[in-house]
């Protein structure tokens, strides 16, 4: 079955630091893999996504993340960091089946954490 | 472009008390819909999703419904709320015509059943 691991239940780094936030997907097929932030009290906004092709992807706000698929890893980085990126961030991998609800597999989050 | 309502933003019910969350999408047509809960700390659980019109797969046996009357519409029920209802819920819908289609999410209800 898919899972989602997201080690860091919470992580705090200083602004302009660069950010790198863990998942690691246990899948038996080309995973698709998401990436997914949520502000306090809002829904999910897609970061970036992987299906193919390059195994670096890059995101909304400066974000990227990239595949490793002898690590079965999907690393999500950002240089430098922004007060306003304090939020929670989801992984996320899909099924990859069609009609099956194109139901995604969440990892419990990661609370980033931004110190001025 | 395509838009997710929820309502209400907030609910606080009584145990025993019935339930009724709405989802409406605009500006697509026979998506896929998808009702989640997010408990503190939890993660994000799939609830049920529908593929169509009257068509609900529900993910996690519990007391809550959810039905699809019409194309972009999705709602989630419960005739009597326990004190473990209380939670996040978010709806989302995805294209259904496209193979992984990323899930774009509602702002979510906030429910306390007290």
């Known amino acids: 079955a898919q899972s989602v691991t997201q080690p860091d239940i919470h992580i705090t780094v200083s602004e302009g630091a660069s950010l790198e936030l863990r998942c690691n997907y246990s899948?038996?097929?080309?995973?698709?893999l998401f990436w997914y932030v949520q502000s306090p009290g809002q829904g999910l906004q897609l970061l970036l996504k992987?299906?193919?092709?390059?195994?670096l992807v890059q995101g909304i706000k400066g974000f990227e993340a990239e595949f490793k698929r002898s690590q079965s890893s999907f690393n999500l980085r950002k240089p430098s960091v922004h007060w306003s990126d304090a939020a929670e961030y989801f992984c996320?991998?899909?099924?990859?089946?069609?009609?099956?609800?194109?139901?995604?597999?969440f990892g419990q989050g990661t609370e980033l954490s931004v110190k001025p | 472009s395509q838009t997710i309502h929820q309502w209400p933003a907030t609910l606080v019910q009584p145990v025993g008390s019935p339930l009724s969350l709405e989802c409406t999408v605009e500006?697509?047509?026979?998506?896929?819909l998808y009702w989640y809960r997010q408990a503190a700390g939890r993660g994000l659980q799939l609830l049920f999703y529908?593929?169509?019109?009257?068509?609900i797969s529900s993910e996690v046996p519990q007391n809550l419904s959810a039905s699809r009357p019409q194309d972009r519409q999705f709602i989630l029920s419960s005739k009597k709320l326990l004190l473990s209802d209380s939670g996040f819920y978010l709806c989302?819908?995805?294209?259904?015509?496209?193979?992984?289609?990323?899930?774009?999410f509602g702002n979510g209800t906030r429910l306390t059943v007290t």
């Open positions: 899948y038996g097929a080309t995973p698709y």
């Open positions: 529908s593929v169509g019109i009257g068509q």
């Open positions: 989302a819908w995805s294209y259904r015509d496209r193979k992984n289609s990323p899930l774009h």
């Open positions: 992987y299906f193919s092709g390059d195994t």
């Open positions: 500006g697509t047509s026979n998506p896929n």
């Open positions: 996320a991998v899909g099924a990859g089946i069609y009609n099956q609800g194109g139901k995604l597999i």
